[in-house]
């Protein structure tokens, strides 16, 4: 809350005007007279412009030099602000979270982790998994019950194959108890943020070894995510 002191006298509220009135003009007869320079040092003497182009381009510099000191004072603000929210977004370190992205990283310690949810209640689902070069890695359905769970990978293909650490994708088909299929299901990836960061004045949150903007943060959670194990099908 600012606090304004009222017991300053009149004359003194007046003498405080005039001087910031004075700082004022004279930071604007300072650069009048650097754009006055400026111009007359550029002008060419066997053709000098008349009066009223001589004054137009006195307004151009002066309006060039008002926004520079304008774009300066904005990246300072702007500087500013992305410190304090990476002050705040600091917080979010070994806190669980959910992105509205069906990307997922993949380490050697943490699985893949993402969750679900569908329109109606599903008894099924057919999980496919691609990796960063949108290639098919692993394809199996889990039985589910309900309208919403998740799904943890720790890498393992139904084949055996084990995949190296990276960002993967899953999308999901549905199916409801006759078989039917679910449309409008939606994905997002889970996990616990290990660092933030800022970049080009976004806050970036790395989770489980993948970057996303901190805008993309759908939940927040005080413990850190589940593990699922996709074998039994239990992603209730």
Known sequence: MTTVNTNNTTGTATNTTTKGSATGLNADFTMFLKLLTTQMQNQDPLSPMDTSQYTQQLVQYSQVEQSMSQTSTLKDIL??????????????????????????????????????????????????ITDSSGKVVDTRTVDVKGDQGTLAWDGLTTGGKEMPAGKYSLSIKALDSSGGEITNTTVHSIGVVNDVQLASGSVLVTVNGNEVDSSKLVRVGNAPATNTDTSTGSTD
């Open 79 to 128: 500087a500013t602000l992305g410190t304090q929210n990476l002050t705040q977004a600091s917080s979010l370190i070994g806190r669980a979270v959910e992105v509205d992205s069906p990307v997922a990283g993949l380490s050697s310690t943490q699985a893949a982790q993402w969750s679900w949810t569908t329109p109606r209640t599903a008894t099924s689902i057919v999980a496919t």
